[in-house]
């Protein structure tokens, strides 16, 4: 394997025709560099090739004396049945890769489950190659189904961090989509729209994972319109096309707000026409095609590089272990108007849910 060239700040310096310190506060985004200037710098870096020195960037930003580790991998930990990758986990780890190598680091994929080993000689090969960070991107779906909520890492060797707070024991730092907010935007949005009759729908083991923030933001929703008997959220195992459309018929559902396409797509192969018979709202845009789809992008890149400063400050502060106190940073994500909604001529300003007095629940 042919040993990549070092790209120093100064090499980029003499391309850009600019101070190595110019070159240093454009890559890191300081304000006093104009935009056309950073956006010159750091596209002449990724032309040529430029990574930051993780070593440094350890060296100068710990307090503590001592020889700086190798640190330049960090672990992304995988929890499946098989050696087949999830979708998502494998979109995750795709989006992660760019971010780690533009902060001058490695990502390497560690199989806990892999037959030919076992877990503990997977932490102790990580523990011996020096990878002070992991990352876990969630129980695999099939692992959480089968009641599993914690992993076999030996967590006290190693900084780690979480995205999308499915483990349970221990609780570790990390990041996630805020459901709530995500989900009183949505039907803030779908009102705007005009629709009133709004159906949630999600797999059971889903409302799980999300430890019910979605459905307890839709009951509110139902409590301050006066729906509490009316429109049950529709909660199935697994799917089932004739009582998938039942239960709409029976509410009288005019929109299906629900996570992914999954629900979306059934519907269409059911001869469902969006939006003229019916309006659709994912709480999820991603897949292909879903740009096409209505409804929430959870910004995934933004949560995970949030998830990699939480990463790096532990890792330069040398913070391994659980935490005492474990933070969650919340990602609200962003409306997306699409094809499989109807959009008003006259749409009035949406009424933001989380700004209605409660008094509306109490009463009288």
């Known amino acids: 394997?042919?040993?990549?060239?070092?790209?120093?700040?100064?090499?980029?310096?003499?391309?850009?025709?600019?101070?190595?310190?110019?070159?240093?506060?454009?890559?890191?985004?300081?304000?006093?560099?104009?935009?056309?200037?950073?956006?010159?710098?750091?596209?002449?870096?990724?032309?040529?090739?430029?990574?930051p020195n993780p070593h440094l960037s350890k060296l100068m930003s710990s307090t503590k004396q001592g020889p700086v580790k190798d640190q330049g991998t960090l672990g992304f930990i995988r929890s499946g049945p098989t050696g087949e990758w999830n979708p998502v986990e494998q979109k995750i780890f795709s989006k992660l890769t760019e971010i780690t190598d533009s902060r001058g680091y490695q990502l390497e994929p560690f199989w806990l489950n892999n037959p030919d080993t076992t877990p503990e000689r997977i932490n102790r090969i990580m523990w011996t190659r020096g990878i002070e960070g992991i990352i876990i991107p969630m129980i695999h779906p099939e692992m959480f189904h089968q009641g599993v909520r914690t992993l076999p890492v030996e967590w006290d060797k190693f900084c780690a961090v979480e995205f999308s707070d499915t483990l349970m024991v221990p609780r570790i730092s990390g990041v996630r989509h805020n459901h709530f907010m995500g989900m009183l935007t949505t039907l803030a949005e779908l009102e705007a729209d005009g629709y009133k009759?709004?159906?949630?729908?999600?797999?059971?083991?889903?409302?799980?994972?999300?430890?019910?923030?979605?459905?307890?933001?839709?009951?509110?929703?139902?409590?301050?319109?006066?729906?509490?008997?009316?429109?049950?959220?529709?909660?199935?195992?697994?799917?089932?096309?004739?009582?998938?459309?039942?239960?709409?018929?029976?509410?009288?559902?005019?929109?299906?707000?629900?996570?992914?396409?999954?629900?979306?797509?059934?519907l269409l192969q059911e001869g469902i026409k969006f939006p003229k018979d019916l309006g659709y709202a994912t709480l999820d845009q991603w897949g292909v095609g879903?740009?096409?789809?209505?409804?929430?992008?959870?910004?995934?890149?933004?949560?995970?590089?949030?998830?990699?400063?939480?990463?790096?400050?532990?890792?330069?502060?040398?913070?391994?272990?659980?935490?005492?106190?474990?933070?969650?940073?919340?990602?609200?994500?962003?409306?997306?108007?699409?094809?499989?909604?109807?959009?008003?001529?006259?749409?009035?300003?949406?009424?933001?849910?989380?700004?209605?007095?409660?008094?509306?629940?109490?009463?009288?």
């Open 290 to 364: 879903s740009e096409d789809v209505t409804g929430i992008n959870q910004d995934m890149e933004s949560q995970l590089q949030t998830m990699m400063d939480i990463l790096m400050g532990q890792i330069h502060r040398a913070e391994r272990g659980t935490p005492e106190h474990p933070v969650f940073a919340l990602n609200p994500g962003f409306w997306c108007p699409g094809n499989t909604t109807r959009s008003p001529q006259k749409r009035p300003v949406v009424r933001h849910l989380d700004q209605e007095p409660l008094s509306s629940l109490v009463s009288e």
């Open 1 to 51: 394997m042919q040993k990549r060239k070092k790209v120093s700040l100064q090499h980029i310096a003499d391309r850009a025709g600019v101070s190595k310190a110019t070159v240093s506060l454009a890559l890191k985004g300081h304000p006093r560099i104009s935009k056309p200037t950073k956006q010159k710098i750091k596209l002449l870096a990724k032309e040529m090739g430029y990574r």
């Open 197 to 266: 009759r709004i159906g949630l729908t999600m797999w059971q083991d889903v409302e799980l994972r999300t430890h019910h923030r979605w459905s307890a933001a839709y009951l509110l929703w139902k409590q301050l319109r006066g729906f509490m008997n009316e429109l049950p959220i529709f909660v199935p195992d697994e799917y089932d096309a004739k009582a998938l459309l039942a239960w709409i018929d029976k509410n009288r559902l005019d929109v299906v707000v629900s996570p992914g396409q999954e629900v979306y797509r059934m």
